[in-house]
Protein backbone atom coordinates (compact mmCIF):
# COMPACT_ATOMS: atom_id res chain seq x y z
CA UNK A 1 0.00 0.00 0.00
CA UNK A 2 1.17 3.23 -0.64
CA UNK A 3 2.52 5.46 2.80
CA UNK A 4 1.43 8.65 0.32
CA UNK A 5 2.47 11.55 -0.80
CA UNK A 6 5.55 12.49 1.77
CA UNK A 7 7.29 15.65 -0.37
CA UNK A 8 5.30 18.08 2.05
CA UNK A 9 7.07 17.69 5.38
CA UNK A 10 6.30 20.60 8.02
CA UNK A 11 9.36 20.63 9.88
CA UNK A 12 8.77 20.47 13.47
CA UNK A 13 11.84 22.21 16.07
CA UNK A 14 12.96 19.89 18.69
CA UNK A 15 14.84 20.07 21.52
CA UNK A 16 17.10 17.38 22.17
CA UNK A 17 17.35 17.58 25.87
CA UNK A 18 20.18 19.84 26.99
CA UNK A 19 19.95 20.18 30.75
CA UNK A 20 20.72 23.66 31.38
CA UNK A 21 20.56 25.54 35.19
CA UNK A 22 17.37 23.96 36.81
CA UNK A 23 15.90 23.26 33.44
CA UNK A 24 14.72 19.60 33.52
CA UNK A 25 15.31 17.70 30.07
CA UNK A 26 12.86 19.30 27.86
CA UNK A 27 10.55 16.27 26.07
CA UNK A 28 10.57 16.35 22.28
CA UNK A 29 7.99 17.59 20.85
CA UNK A 30 5.02 15.33 19.70
CA UNK A 31 4.42 14.95 15.54
CA UNK A 32 1.25 15.42 14.95
CA UNK A 33 0.20 17.61 12.59
CA UNK A 34 -0.47 16.04 8.51
CA UNK A 35 3.06 15.30 7.75
CA UNK A 36 4.97 16.41 10.35
CA UNK A 37 8.88 15.77 10.31
CA UNK A 38 11.68 14.71 12.84
CA UNK A 39 15.24 12.76 12.04
CA UNK A 40 17.54 11.57 14.37
CA UNK A 41 20.49 9.40 15.02
CA UNK A 42 20.39 8.22 11.22
CA UNK A 43 16.36 7.98 11.08
CA UNK A 44 13.26 10.06 9.98
CA UNK A 45 9.89 9.86 11.47
CA UNK A 46 6.71 11.59 9.69
CA UNK A 47 3.36 11.84 10.75
CA UNK A 48 2.02 10.86 7.38
CA UNK A 49 -1.70 11.18 7.19
CA UNK A 50 -2.51 10.69 3.86
CA UNK A 51 -5.68 8.94 4.09
CA UNK A 52 -7.02 11.21 6.32
CA UNK A 53 -9.46 12.50 3.67
CA UNK A 54 -11.86 9.12 4.22
CA UNK A 55 -12.05 9.63 7.90
CA UNK A 56 -14.48 10.92 9.76
CA UNK A 57 -13.28 11.74 12.99
CA UNK A 58 -9.54 10.81 14.80
CA UNK A 59 -6.13 12.12 15.31
CA UNK A 60 -2.44 10.67 15.62
CA UNK A 61 0.28 11.78 17.50
CA UNK A 62 3.86 9.97 16.91
CA UNK A 63 6.50 10.65 19.36
CA UNK A 64 10.46 9.94 18.68
CA UNK A 65 11.22 8.35 22.33
CA UNK A 66 15.50 8.17 22.06
CA UNK A 67 18.29 6.66 20.46
CA UNK A 68 18.33 3.10 21.28
CA UNK A 69 22.12 2.07 20.10
CA UNK A 70 22.42 2.54 16.63
CA UNK A 71 18.86 2.62 16.06
CA UNK A 72 15.70 4.31 17.77
CA UNK A 73 12.51 4.11 19.67
CA UNK A 74 9.41 5.84 18.60
CA UNK A 75 6.00 5.37 19.45
CA UNK A 76 2.32 6.52 18.18
CA UNK A 77 -1.23 6.98 19.81
CA UNK A 78 -4.16 7.22 17.39
CA UNK A 79 -7.45 6.90 16.55
CA UNK A 80 -9.60 6.72 13.70
CA UNK A 81 -13.14 6.19 12.17
CA UNK A 82 -14.49 6.29 8.60
CA UNK A 83 -14.14 3.44 6.22
CA UNK A 84 -12.72 0.37 7.39
CA UNK A 85 -11.08 -0.55 4.26
CA UNK A 86 -9.02 2.53 3.74
CA UNK A 87 -5.77 3.56 5.67
CA UNK A 88 -5.69 6.62 7.21
CA UNK A 89 -1.93 7.21 8.06
CA UNK A 90 1.53 5.87 7.80
CA UNK A 91 3.07 5.92 11.00
CA UNK A 92 6.84 4.98 10.63
CA UNK A 93 10.66 5.41 11.18
CA UNK A 94 12.83 5.26 7.77
CA UNK A 95 16.66 5.31 7.73
CA UNK A 96 18.62 7.43 6.11
CA UNK A 97 21.03 6.28 3.70
CA UNK A 98 22.76 6.84 0.34
CA UNK A 99 20.71 5.50 -2.63
CA UNK A 100 22.44 2.21 -4.26
CA UNK A 101 21.44 -0.69 -6.34
CA UNK A 102 19.67 -3.90 -4.95
CA UNK A 103 22.46 -5.86 -6.49
CA UNK A 104 25.04 -3.57 -4.98
CA UNK A 105 23.90 -4.10 -1.17
CA UNK A 106 25.67 -6.99 0.53
CA UNK A 107 23.39 -7.26 3.71
CA UNK A 108 20.00 -5.53 5.21
CA UNK A 109 20.46 -5.78 8.43
CA UNK A 110 17.54 -5.09 10.89
CA UNK A 111 16.06 -5.52 14.51
CA UNK A 112 12.88 -4.78 15.51
CA UNK A 113 10.76 -4.72 18.45
CA UNK A 114 7.24 -3.44 18.86
CA UNK A 115 4.13 -3.52 20.84
CA UNK A 116 0.57 -2.55 20.61
CA UNK A 117 -1.70 -2.40 23.52
CA UNK A 118 -4.97 -2.71 21.94
CA UNK A 119 -5.70 -5.32 19.38
CA UNK A 120 -9.26 -4.44 18.39
CA UNK A 121 -8.72 -2.57 15.53
CA UNK A 122 -7.43 -2.91 12.11
CA UNK A 123 -3.91 -2.48 11.05
CA UNK A 124 -0.75 -4.09 10.23
CA UNK A 125 2.55 -3.79 11.30
CA UNK A 126 5.16 -3.63 8.57
CA UNK A 127 8.73 -3.24 6.87
CA UNK A 128 8.28 -0.85 3.56
CA UNK A 129 10.34 -0.72 0.99
CA UNK A 130 10.45 0.94 -2.58
CA UNK A 131 12.66 0.24 -5.33
CA UNK A 132 13.30 2.04 -8.70
CA UNK A 133 15.20 2.10 -11.94
CA UNK A 134 15.50 6.22 -10.93
CA UNK A 135 17.75 6.90 -7.97
CA UNK A 136 15.96 9.60 -7.87
CA UNK A 137 12.51 8.88 -7.28
CA UNK A 138 10.56 10.02 -5.12
CA UNK A 139 10.21 8.30 -1.73
CA UNK A 140 6.11 8.09 -1.55
CA UNK A 141 6.32 4.88 -4.25
CA UNK A 142 8.60 3.32 -7.18
CA UNK A 143 8.42 0.29 -9.60
CA UNK A 144 8.56 -1.92 -7.11
CA UNK A 145 7.57 -2.31 -3.05
CA UNK A 146 9.03 -5.13 -0.70
CA UNK A 147 6.61 -5.43 2.33
CA UNK A 148 7.71 -7.60 5.66
CA UNK A 149 4.27 -7.91 7.47
CA UNK A 150 4.64 -9.05 11.46
CA UNK A 151 0.88 -8.90 12.20
CA UNK A 152 -2.18 -7.64 11.01
CA UNK A 153 -5.43 -6.67 13.07
CA UNK A 154 -8.92 -6.80 12.00
CA UNK A 155 -8.67 -8.99 8.67
CA UNK A 156 -7.10 -6.80 7.01
CA UNK A 157 -5.13 -7.85 4.09
CA UNK A 158 -2.07 -6.99 1.71
CA UNK A 159 -2.73 -5.81 -2.09
CA UNK A 160 -2.92 -9.12 -4.09
CA UNK A 161 -3.93 -10.15 -7.34
CA UNK A 162 -5.14 -13.79 -6.52
CA UNK A 163 -9.12 -14.14 -6.47
CA UNK A 164 -9.50 -15.93 -3.87
CA UNK A 165 -7.19 -13.99 -2.02
CA UNK A 166 -5.06 -16.87 -0.67
CA UNK A 167 -1.57 -15.94 -1.09
CA UNK A 168 0.91 -16.85 -4.22
CA UNK A 169 3.43 -19.11 -1.89
CA UNK A 170 4.21 -19.88 1.51
CA UNK A 171 7.95 -19.63 1.94
CA UNK A 172 10.87 -19.92 4.06
CA UNK A 173 13.11 -16.83 3.89
CA UNK A 174 15.50 -15.09 6.75
CA UNK A 175 14.82 -18.00 9.23
CA UNK A 176 10.99 -17.44 8.83
CA UNK A 177 7.85 -18.47 7.25
CA UNK A 178 5.58 -16.36 5.24
CA UNK A 179 2.24 -16.01 3.13
CA UNK A 180 3.88 -14.44 0.23
CA UNK A 181 1.12 -12.21 -1.85
CA UNK A 182 1.72 -10.73 -4.81
CA UNK A 183 -0.10 -7.44 -6.97
CA UNK A 184 -0.30 -4.33 -8.36
CA UNK A 185 -1.03 -1.33 -7.08
CA UNK A 186 -1.10 1.19 -9.74
CA UNK A 187 1.75 0.24 -12.49
CA UNK A 188 4.13 -0.52 -9.04
CA UNK A 189 4.56 -4.68 -8.33
CA UNK A 190 3.80 -5.58 -4.74
CA UNK A 191 5.39 -8.49 -2.65
CA UNK A 192 4.38 -8.91 0.05
CA UNK A 193 5.87 -11.50 2.83
CA UNK A 194 3.01 -11.83 5.58
CA UNK A 195 3.17 -13.69 9.08
CA UNK A 196 0.76 -16.60 8.64
CA UNK A 197 -2.46 -15.71 10.95
CA UNK A 198 -1.70 -15.99 14.46
CA UNK A 199 1.58 -16.15 14.39
CA UNK A 200 2.84 -12.39 15.23
CA UNK A 201 6.66 -11.88 15.52
CA UNK A 202 7.09 -8.72 17.71
CA UNK A 203 10.38 -9.57 18.11
CA UNK A 204 12.36 -9.61 14.59
CA UNK A 205 15.88 -10.13 13.61
CA UNK A 206 16.74 -10.73 9.95
CA UNK A 207 18.87 -9.89 6.67
CA UNK A 208 16.11 -7.93 4.56
CA UNK A 209 18.72 -8.71 1.66
CA UNK A 210 17.48 -12.06 1.85
CA UNK A 211 14.11 -11.42 0.94
CA UNK A 212 15.52 -9.30 -2.32
CA UNK A 213 17.31 -12.55 -2.80
CA UNK A 214 14.31 -15.21 -3.13
CA UNK A 215 12.59 -12.34 -5.12
CA UNK A 216 15.31 -12.10 -7.78
CA UNK A 217 15.30 -16.21 -7.28
CA UNK A 218 11.98 -16.46 -7.59
CA UNK A 219 10.24 -13.69 -9.42
CA UNK A 220 12.66 -12.23 -11.57
CA UNK A 221 13.08 -9.32 -9.54
CA UNK A 222 15.56 -6.84 -11.58
CA UNK A 223 17.71 -6.04 -8.78
CA UNK A 224 20.74 -4.46 -11.19
CA UNK A 225 18.33 -2.30 -12.53
CA UNK A 226 16.61 -1.35 -9.23
CA UNK A 227 17.67 1.52 -6.85
CA UNK A 228 16.21 1.10 -3.20
CA UNK A 229 14.69 4.00 -2.38
CA UNK A 230 13.45 3.63 1.49
CA UNK A 231 13.26 1.57 4.55
CA UNK A 232 10.84 1.96 6.75
CA UNK A 233 9.39 0.28 9.56
CA UNK A 234 5.91 1.10 11.03
CA UNK A 235 2.17 0.34 11.26
CA UNK A 236 -0.93 1.16 8.33
CA UNK A 237 -3.78 2.88 10.42
CA UNK A 238 -7.11 1.81 9.35
CA UNK A 239 -10.12 2.23 11.89
CA UNK A 240 -9.89 1.71 15.93
CA UNK A 241 -8.60 2.68 18.96
CA UNK A 242 -7.72 4.87 20.93
CA UNK A 243 -4.42 2.67 20.87
CA UNK A 244 -0.73 3.26 21.24
CA UNK A 245 1.71 1.79 19.20
CA UNK A 246 5.48 1.08 20.81
CA UNK A 247 8.64 0.31 19.17
CA UNK A 248 10.77 0.05 21.93
CA UNK A 249 13.98 -0.34 19.44
CA UNK A 250 14.21 -0.04 15.65
CA UNK A 251 17.74 -0.73 13.93
CA UNK A 252 18.23 -0.85 10.17
CA UNK A 253 21.65 -0.78 8.07
CA UNK A 254 22.42 -0.64 4.38
CA UNK A 255 25.61 -2.04 3.67
C1 LIG B 1 12.44 11.47 1.08
O1 LIG B 1 13.54 11.50 0.22
C2 LIG B 1 14.37 12.62 0.29
C3 LIG B 1 15.51 12.42 -0.66
O2 LIG B 1 15.05 12.41 -1.95
C4 LIG B 1 14.84 12.87 1.71
O3 LIG B 1 15.61 14.05 1.79
C5 LIG B 1 13.68 12.93 2.64
O4 LIG B 1 14.11 13.12 3.95
C6 LIG B 1 12.88 11.67 2.51
N1 LIG B 1 11.87 11.51 3.52
C7 LIG B 1 10.74 12.20 3.67
C8 LIG B 1 9.95 11.78 4.84
O5 LIG B 1 10.39 13.08 2.94
C1 LIG C 1 -3.82 2.26 24.88
O1 LIG C 1 -3.15 3.50 24.76
C2 LIG C 1 -4.01 4.58 24.44
C3 LIG C 1 -3.14 5.79 24.19
O2 LIG C 1 -2.31 6.05 25.28
C4 LIG C 1 -4.99 4.79 25.57
O3 LIG C 1 -5.87 5.86 25.26
C5 LIG C 1 -5.78 3.52 25.76
O4 LIG C 1 -6.63 3.66 26.88
C6 LIG C 1 -4.84 2.35 26.01
N1 LIG C 1 -5.62 1.13 26.06
C7 LIG C 1 -5.39 0.18 26.95
C8 LIG C 1 -6.29 -0.99 26.89
O5 LIG C 1 -4.48 0.24 27.78
Not at 97 to 126: C, D, G, M
Not at 163 to 180: C, E, N, R
Request: charged letters at 15%; glycine letters at 8%; hydrophobic letters at 35%.
Amino acid sequence: MLPGVATLAALVAVSHGAITGTRTTAAAAALCSQYAYQSANGYELLNNLWGIGTATSGSQCTNYDGPVNSGIAFSSTWTWQGDQNTVKSYIYAGRQFTRKKVSEIRSLPTTVQWSYNTTNHRANVAYDIFTSTDPNHANSSGDFELMIWLERYGGIWPITDSSTGSPAASVKVAGYTWDLFTGYNGAMRVYSFVVPKGSPIYSFTADVKEFFNYLKTNQNFPESQQYMLIYQFGTEAFVGGPTKFTVSKFQADVN
